[in-house]
């Protein structure tokens, strides 16, 4: 398996710019998870979806973040508008099952917002 | 207010030597503790874990100690190695956070040769 894969690696916009990032799991896992990474809170851990349905999504910072999981092979966090304190690296994980499975993580977008 | 806290933002450690990273964590009701690794440039790698029931879980050159009265969690490499230069995150997980993991800021660690 090719493991989490997350396009695009790096992205670099201007502030009020609307930003996608996608994430391909890995085949047959039921939870996907989104992260952000920054220098001053660690790996925080923004939404996840189990069998494509949000379960959690207390960890988005405000309404300018938004994701989705329309099938089990995909999912969108879109940030709109960006503004550059959203600037950090987003990570991507999925898991087979619930936390006491390995989450495997994708090798992230790191976002930059002017 | 965080709940997972590693005081230690880097560590620097001569090839051979012991590394000690520690974790420290709020909620005694947390039960499950991972420690993850991440290189430059690459997303968080799971390294070991250990379960509430035990408080050593030993894996080749690493070893994770949970000391449950202490809130406290720490991975030991031994003997260190310049490959094992990387940022450490610790996770915790409990029956109340559902599916999720809570990491602490990380420590980066330096093997010098």
């Known amino acids: 398996d090719a493991g989490v894969i997350q396009s695009p690696r790096h992205e670099v916009t201007e502030m009020g710019q609307e930003v996608t990032l996608r994430c391909k799991p890995i085949?047959?896992?039921?939870?996907l998870f989104w992260y952000r990474q920054t220098m001053m809170r660690g790996l925080e851990l923004l939404i996840y979806?189990?069998?494509?349905?949000?379960?959690?999504d207390s960890g988005m910072p405000e309404d300018r973040f938004s994701a989705k999981m329309p099938n089990a092979s995909f999912s969108t966090l879109k940030i709109q508008p960006s503004e550059p304190r959203d600037s950090a690296v987003y990570f991507c994980a999925s898991s087979l099952n619930r936390g006491r499975e390995t989450q495997y993580f994708g090798p992230g977008t790191r976002l930059l917002v002017l | 207010d965080q709940q997972v806290k590693q005081n230690s933002p880097s560590l620097s450690v001569q090839e051979g030597r012991i590394s000690i990273l520690n974790c420290d964590y709020t909620n005694s009701m947390f039960d499950y503790f991972l420690w993850y690794k991440k290189y430059p440039a690459e997303g968080p790698t799971f390294l070991i874990s250990?379960?509430?029931?035990?408080d050593k879980n030993e894996d080749g050159r690493f070893t994770v100690f949970l000391n449950k009265s202490a809130k406290h969690l720490s991975l030991h490499i031994v003997p260190s190695q310049p490959g094992d230069s990387a940022v450490y995150f610790c996770?915790?997980?409990?029956?109340?956070?559902?599916?999720?993991?809570?990491f602490g800021q990380g420590t980066e660690l330096s093997v010098k040769p």
């Open positions: 085949s047959g896992h039921d939870y």
């Open positions: 250990i379960s509430s029931i035990k």
């Open positions: 979806f189990n069998n494509n349905v949000p379960i959690d």
């Open positions: 996770a915790v997980s409990g029956f109340r956070e559902g599916g999720k993991l809570i």
